[in-house]
């Protein structure tokens, strides 16, 4: 959800629809960040990181032209973030393009925008209406 290099920094998780920048912590790490909060903390408040769950899906604008080259992008992409281990000291968030390819979340240039699409995945989607449909099962059929 939060690079564990954010584990100090106050955080709250991010809403579908929101829009993010990915910004350089006072740790040195890089994380998002809700973009009108951004400068905020710099003259009075705490800084706030914003975690996203795996499996979420993020859109990118306005990506450079050098990550396109480099990734075979486009200006927009639709990417799903992704947490490669809970491996303790390790950068661990990702977000995995639709090409396959994936890029830590350290590596995109900050300003970076992302836009939160939805918080779950389709497994998870699939997963609760699976679970919604045998618990009517049940009901209409009374079996427990």
Request: glycine share 8%; with cysteine.
């Given at each position: ?26 740790t ?22 914003v975690c996203v769950?795996?499996g ?9 032209q ?12 639709e990417?799903?973030?992704?947490q ?6 390790q ?7 639709n090409?396959?390819r994936?890029?830590?979340l350290?590596?995109?240039?900050c ?9 779950s ?24």
């Amino acid at each position: 959800m939060c690079d564990y290099s954010l584990a100090g920094i106050r955080n709250r998780l991010a809403v579908e629809g929101e829009q993010l920048v990915v910004q350089r912590f006072s740790t040195g790490a890089q994380g998002l960040a809700s973009p009108t909060r951004r400068r905020a903390w710099l003259w009075f408040a705490k800084e706030c990181a914003v975690c996203v769950p795996p499996g979420a899906r993020l859109l990118l604008r306005d990506i450079p032209q050098g990550l396109q080259r480099q990734f075979g992008l486009g200006a927009i992409e639709e990417v799903t973030f992704v947490q490669l281990s809970t491996t303790a000291y390790q950068y661990r968030d990702v977000v995995r393009f639709n090409n396959g390819r994936e890029a830590l979340l350290q590596k995109l240039p900050c300003g970076q925008q992302v836009d939160v699409l939805c918080l779950s995945s389709d497994d998870d989607l699939e997963e609760k209406e699976h679970q919604k449909l045998e618990e009517e099962y049940h009901r209409i059929f009374g079996l427990r």
